[in-house]
């Protein structure tokens, strides 16, 4: 099982960003994909999750009507989009896998590389 | 919004030793749905355990977690010099996840 991201990204204040998330050796749409993104020396933090199975998402309040996830299911893909970024957003993000075990949901398994953003 | 705070925030032991981490919820974690996580340096979180106290598939059972509620602990057994990390919490039983703010541990 792999999370391939895509590469380092620079944003002026104001733009939109996407980011993806690609994913290989499962089923794609048997588990829930997550983004999380970690400040320079921060914690953990959620931004946003999609269901592949039929896209039902749910997105991080704190980023409500900036934030878009989707995903392309013809090449087992999720993205996440920005429609306008602030320094603040400038972070490592990580595309994670909702794991699954004995019908549970069994916490972030697999974790991509991450994708390094940077807003100046 | 769950807010999951974590004790304590720096350690510094030697190996051998053991320890044991706090995570302590604001309200109950849904179907206990709270996993540990690892992070090295300069690397993605890896998991560690989940529903509070299953170990991931690859964990050493050096590694253990319990509780249930909104308390829960991570105990390392016999610490390695590997282990010096950051230890993070995570409540997934809602839609709206949320993380603890982490514990830093180094081996002398």
């Known amino acids: 099982v792999l999370l391939v991201q895509s590469g380092a990204e620079v944003r002026k204040p104001g733009e939109s960003l996407r980011l993806s998330c690609q994913t290989s050796?499962?089923?794609?749409?048997?588990?829930?994909i997550t983004w999380v993104r970690q400040g320079p020396g921060k914690a953990l933090e959620f931004v946003a999750r999609i269901d592949p199975s039929d896209s039902y998402t749910d997105i991080n309040p704190s980023f409500q009507g900036r934030v878009n996830i989707s995903v392309d299911k013809a090449d087992n893909t999720v993205y996440l989009k920005w429609t306008t970024v602030k320094a603040s957003d400038s972070a490592m993000y990580y595309c994670?896998?909702?794991?699954?075990?004995?019908?549970?949901?069994?916490?972030?398994?697999?974790w991509g590389l991450g994708t390094r953003v940077t807003v100046s | 919004e769950v807010v999951l705070t974590q004790s304590p925030g720096t350690l510094s032991l030697s190996p051998g030793e053991r320890v044991s981490f706090s995570c302590r919820a604001s309200?109950?974690?849904?179907?206990?749905?709270l996993a540990w996580y690892q992070q090295r340096a300069g690397q993605p979180p890896r998991l560690l355990i989940y529903?509070?106290?299953h170990r991931a598939p690859g964990i050493p059972d050096r590694f253990s977690g319990s509780g249930s509620g909104t308390d829960f602990t991570l105990t390392l057994s016999r610490l390695e010099p590997e282990d010096s990390a950051v230890y993070y919490c995570?409540?997934?039983?809602?839609?709206?996840?949320?993380f603890g703010q982490g514990t830093k541990l180094e081996i002398k």
């Open positions: 995570h409540q997934y039983g809602t839609s709206l996840y949320t």
């Open positions: 994670a896998r909702l794991g699954m075990a004995a019908y549970r949901h069994s916490g972030l398994d697999v």
């Open positions: 309200e109950r974690v849904s179907s206990n749905y």
């Open positions: 050796g499962y089923a794609f749409t048997t588990h829930w």
């Open positions: 529903g509070a106290s």
